[in-house]
């Protein structure tokens, strides 16, 4: 994430929240490099704000480096520049901590829809470009004090096998488990992303703070996805440890993560 990108935000509330929207589609992956926006007026109707408003949200963006405005050719999207100096890590990840931790915090249910993939789940777990999914969003508290915002996505096929009832108080695993898959292994990315409005409410915390951003595609034993999370963390209130162990001879001796060794999820 380019530090300037952080830095520049646009003035007024308004301005900010639309910014802050578009953003963080464009860091997500929603928006893809090279991608044309909807005009100005398409997207103060959207926002139910101004177009000067929208402007304002734009050129921060620009000066941000993550679109590119030309006049005649629309604005498009400058993802690439945006991602190319993010600093990613992979972690291995224990399936059994992940179902402790639903066992030991409740949800909070905020949607509950079935519709098509969006491309980029679509093409993270390698479904068809018709395929549907179960798009679910919940917020997971500990306590009483909200600490992730989780977004879902199941193949229509597994995910008819439980209710949003099910989703609402099991764990997303145990009810993939019952539903006959069997899960073999997964992959996330993480990285940082700033609180829209939406997700900024429903964590209680003031919209445009740093939150960490969570990516994981789960696969079964044949290889196919079967689930796709979208995750935002406070935190203060979430911390993932991966040990490393020293290997190598000589001067090519690094530091490697210890596979098969417990991570953990707070």
Sequence with gaps: MRPEAVQILPEGAKARRVYLALRDQISGGDLRDGETLPGEQKLAEAFSVSRVTVRRALDALAQGGLIERRIGSGTRVRARAASGQRAEMNFNTLMPQLVEMGQKTTARLLSFSYGSAPDFVASAMGLGGAAKVQIATRVRLAGDVPFSH????????????????DLATTPLFKLLERSGVQIKEAHQSVSAMLAGPDVAEALEVEVGSALLSLRRVVRDVEGNGVEYL????RPDMFRLDMPLTRVGEGGARHWEPAIGESGSER
Excluded: F
């Design 150 to 165: 989780l977004t879902t996505y199941v193949p229509a096929q597994i995910a008819q096998n439980y209710s949003e009832n």
């Design 230 to 233: 979208s995750g935002l963390y």
